[in-house]
């Protein structure tokens, strides 16, 4: 084999290897931005594509024009010096009128992106306030009563208006298929309003999906750790889930136990249960009837265990007693994807994890563990038992 032979062998194999190591770059990508589905998303590609193509011109512009300078003008030996010259018109028109055309052919369409990307919000747009804390998403449906955490829905087909804030440090709301990257800014009270300081993004999403986000400005510890995901769904759906966030305010106290006409011996006062059992008795109680019948008794105890300590000073589900609001609201939490904003799959594993130690899932998390100081709060002392319990009865809601 001739060395040329060996040679363009070599060169094959290359490019062959370097096919398949490309290939391997193909896949699902959540985090892209060059499958928009918004016309703000699909504008800013606009603009990036139109950017990108005039300089990839440029770039093989130039390297051809250095390439054939090189080979046409090198010195040759015994080569007289060539003629000197100074100034060239007609080159120097040309090489300042085209880059003059091509800046005017990415500058124009860049400025109309910024302010079609800048416009006013309609008067029926959906508002949804987005409240980034250290480590996680909070979304907030004034219209609605409703406030989720981390993972959030919107119809599509309706414009959508995100009111961007941060409740401590500067974060950065980021969702790449949406389109529009936004600081979250402490609030800070001025004579003209509150207002004054939120960043917004106006988009609407044209396609359902799931699409996932990532805080994109350094705020702490667990940036890294700041992930959430936008559930776009029909506005039917979309209707569907907003009901069944809507909170309808803690159920009425139990009722007192009915007493059958003629039934003296009430098997309450035949076996008197343990003070836990009675917790489960009074929440069931709470229940409507068809829920007693199928509820897990370690749910029950879970939710008995979850609206009767600490847990309520911070977070809240609809429709319990729980109304915190310092940490993520957990209405249907079994329904999200992760547990700690992306830290883990949520799972009854994780979960447990979590509540028992939440700095191993996620440093410097504000909760308190079971034997675990936070933010200055005390250790919540729940046993394994306990937090078997509470974990089952987050990832039942669904
Ligand atoms: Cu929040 Cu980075």
């Known amino acids: 084999m001739s060395l040329g032979r060996i040679e363009s062998g070599r060169a094959l194999a290359a490019?062959?290897?370097?096919?398949?190591?490309?290939?391997?770059?193909?896949?699902?990508?959540?985090?892209?931005?060059?499958?928009?589905?918004?016309?703000?998303?699909?504008?800013?590609?606009?603009?990036?594509?139109?950017?990108?193509?005039?300089?990839?011109?440029?770039?093989?512009?130039?390297?051809?024009?250095?390439?054939?300078?090189?080979?046409?003008?090198?010195?040759?030996?015994?080569?007289?010096?060539?003629?000197?010259?100074?100034?060239?018109?007609?080159?120097?028109?040309?090489?300042?009128?085209?880059?003059?055309?091509?800046?005017?052919?990415?500058?124009?369409?860049?400025?109309?992106?910024?302010?079609?990307?800048?416009?006013?919000?309609?008067?029926?747009?959906?508002?949804?306030?987005?409240?980034?804390?250290?480590?996680?998403?909070?979304?907030?449906?004034?219209?609605?009563?409703?406030?989720?955490?981390n993972e959030f829905h919107l119809p599509i087909g309706r414009e959508i208006h995100f009111r961007i804030r941060s409740a401590d440090v500067i974060h950065s709301f980021w969702i790449p298929r949406l389109g529009g990257k936004r600081d979250a800014n402490p609030v800070v009270a001025r004579a003209e309003?509150?207002?004054?300081?939120?960043?917004?993004?106006?988009?609407?999403?044209?396609?359902?999906?799931?699409?996932?986000?990532?805080?994109?400005?350094?705020?702490?510890?667990?940036?890294?750790?700041?992930?959430?995901?936008?559930?776009?769904?029909?506005?039917?759906?979309?209707?569907?889930?907003?009901?069944?966030?809507?909170?309808?305010?803690?159920?009425?106290?139990?009722?007192?136990?009915?007493t059958v006409p003629g039934d003296t011996s009430s098997r309450a006062t035949a076996n008197p249960p343990t003070p836990q059992a009675a917790q489960v008795v009074d929440s069931l109680a709470a229940l409507p009837p068809t829920d007693v019948a199928q509820e897990d008794p370690l749910i029950a105890q879970g939710r008995q265990i979850f609206t009767s300590r600490a847990c309520v000073a911070c977070h809240a589900i609809a429709n319990t007693n729980a109304r915190g609001t310092l940490g993520p609201n957990l209405t249907r939490f079994g329904s999200r994807p992760y547990v700690g904003a992306g830290a883990k799959p949520n799972t009854i594993e994780h979960v447990e994890a979590w509540i028992r130690d939440p700095q191993s899932l996620k440093p410097g998390a504000l909760m308190p563990g079971t034997q675990t100081e936070a933010a200055g709060m005390p250790p919540t002392g729940l046993t394994d038992e306990e937090v078997r319990a509470v974990a089952a009865y987050l990832v039942s809601l669904k």
């Not at 106006?202 to 996932?212: A, D, K, N």
């Not at 159920?251 to 007192?256: F, L």
Request: proline residues 9%.
């Open 15 to 149: 490019l062959a290897a370097g096919a398949v190591l490309a290939g391997g770059c193909a896949g699902e990508f959540p985090q892209t931005t060059f499958r928009p589905v918004s016309e703000y998303g699909e504008a800013l590609n606009a603009v990036f594509t139109n950017t990108f193509w005039w300089t990839m011109f440029i770039l093989v512009l130039v390297q051809v024009l250095v390439v054939y300078v090189v080979l046409r003008f090198r010195e040759r030996p015994n080569q007289p010096p060539p003629p000197q010259i100074h100034g060239n018109t007609k080159l120097e028109l040309l090489w300042t009128i085209i880059p003059a055309i091509i800046v005017i052919l990415i500058s124009v369409p860049t400025v109309r992106t910024i302010f079609e990307t800048q416009r006013r919000p309609a008067e029926d747009a959906l508002e949804i306030e987005v409240i980034g804390h250290q480590w996680w998403w909070e979304y907030r449906y004034p219209e609605y009563g409703v406030v989720t955490a």
């Open 193 to 258: 309003g509150e207002r004054a300081m939120e960043n917004h993004i106006v988009l609407t999403v044209s396609e359902p999906g799931r699409y996932r986000g990532q805080c994109a400005e350094f705020c702490g510890e667990s940036h890294g750790i700041m992930a959430t995901t936008a559930v776009a769904v029909s506005p039917e759906e979309f209707d569907a889930w907003v009901a069944s966030m809507q909170d309808a305010g803690p159920p009425p106290a139990p009722a007192q136990p009915a």
